[in-house]
């Protein structure tokens, strides 16, 4: 199985470094050790993940971080309770020593152990190869060549009129995957994501304020042609564009009018929307959440398995998917971290909520014969958790409504663009959501910027007030590559697709009046 079509050889696409270590022999030490000890289901997991991160402030280089962490891990099944354990050197000994330990802590946990785990069913892979589609890998352009690009665009930025300071950043992370387990299965992956990001800042020395604004390209599963516009797959990022209009955008902001408080017609953004699904449905729907596991730390869901098939999460247009094979997306991948091949599945289906994101572990326990491949772990040192797919929503199928018409829908209201700040409950119920951006309609017509805005609501209100939804043409992937998660806490990185959408009477609320 292998992501991007122009690239003939997935294997010779891994990273060298991560090939050249001994995976099939790592796989038998662990894996035979584990079932000569009684382990009934073992797997194991060898991951090198390799990041760099390059800041600058006014042009200036602040700094340039690179980062490696290898390791193997072995999980094992023994009587229905888990243990796990994990080594940073790569030799048959120490997965052979890790099986070992693996065991004795499932046998230690055994007695206090509140069930047993039953896990899915999964067909067999018995030699898979995946790699994520990009055509320019950032570890290999040089640093040198990374900073004279972001050096260019912050002085382009620092050239104009009232931008007083630009702060710069990409960061680029390649990780690879080798997982084998007792039942056969046998997986090498290799993931690319990349995140660039600029923000100009404005100072008025006089009033003692200031006033940003940042670009609105998301993350993305994407090489270096992201920066570069050398895309030969999926939409590439105008980045020119971008940067010439972000200052007079920001110049507006700056004067505008700070919002009067009320209820009004949005049209929302994906480049904002994004955000909204991943907490008010991509958190809300993963099953360990839905049923407790995660209350101690992240929180509940309202949305709890009891209601599924009746909850009404939003209006009919609302069909959200979980999906781990969309190109480009940050939760984009062959296989889990339990060796299930990765799908797309609903989770809100005409308003209904029909679904949940889900591993091996969890499937069983809502009557399903198959997990959803929604395993992950943030490094072979941490234990695989349910984590969220790239949750979206999707586009109107009949017809290919643009942005503008939507907008021409609304006699008063907001245009919201770009992600900011927001909070939500434990439930995630609910929220309040900023933005970079926000424009007044009037008469279906745009009329300039507005100041202090968020909205608010409560998470089946909201999606309730959802009364048009753009087609194809509008549809984009958001996202983040820091999700959190978990005690110990773990991070993951994931995207949202969405359209421009049409929301009827939200509430907005003026923020420099709630501050003060």
Known sequence: MFADPYAPDPVEAVDPAFRALPLAALAGAALSRAMLLGAQH????????????????????????DSAVTG????????????????????????????ERAVEVART????????????DEPVYPSEVWVSAFEIDPFTVPT??????????????????????????????????????????????????IDPELTATTVDAAAGAFESMRTLAPPAGRGWEYLTGQVRTGQAHDWDAELAELPKLLAEKTKAPSVEPGAYDLVIDPTNLWLTIHESVGHATEYDRAIGYEAAYAGGSFATPDKLGTLRYGSELMHVTGDRTVPHGLATVGFDDDG???????????????????????????????????????????????????????????????????????????????????????????????????HRIENGRLAGQLRDVAYQATT?????????????STWRLGGAMNCGKAQ????????????SALFRGISVLNTAEEGA
């Not at 193997?72 to 099986?99: K, T, Y």
């Not at 089946?460 to 194809?472: E, K, R």
């Not at 110990?488 to 359209?499: K, T």
């Open 340 to 438: 299930v091949a990765t799908q797309e599945w609903d989770l809100v289906r005409a308003g209904t909520l029909v679904g949940y994101q889900l591993d091996r572990t969890f499937a069983p326990r809502l009557g399903l014969e198959r997990s959803n491949g929604c395993a992950y772990a943030d490094s072979p040192h941490s234990i695989p958790l349910q984590r969220m797919a790239n949750v979206s929503l999707q586009p109107d199928p009949v017809r290919d409504t643009s942005t503008e018409e939507l907008i021409g829908q609304v006699e008063r209201g907001i245009y919201v663009v770009g992600d900011r700040s927001w909070s939500i409950d434990m439930q995630r119920y609910n929220f309040q959501f900023t933005g970079q951006r926000f």
């Open 109 to 120: 946990l055994a007695p206090v152990a509140r069930e047993r785990v039953e896990r899915a």
């Open 72 to 99: 193997l891990s072995v999980r094992v099944l023994v009587d229905g309770v888990w243990g796990f354990a994990s080594q940073v050197e790569m030799s048959v000994q120490a997965a052979s020593a890790a099986a």
């Open 488 to 499: 110990p806490g773990q991070i993951a990185p994931v995207s949202h697709g969405c359209p």
């Open 460 to 472: 089946t209100d909201f999606w309730g007030a959802l009364a048009g939804i753009g087609g194809p």
């Open 42 to 65: 073992a797997d194991l997991r060898v991951g090198r993940t390799v990041s760099q991160r390059i800041t600058l402030r006014d042009g200036a280089v602040t700094g340039v971080s």
């Open 144 to 193: 040198r060549d990374k900073v004279e690009l972001l050096t260019d665009w912050s002085q382009r930025l620092l050239a104009a009129d009232g931008v007083d300071h630009v702060e710069a950043h990409v960061t680029q992370v390649r990780e690879c995957v080798f997982y084998s387990d007792l039942a056969g299965t046998t997986t090498m992956q290799q993931r690319i994501r």
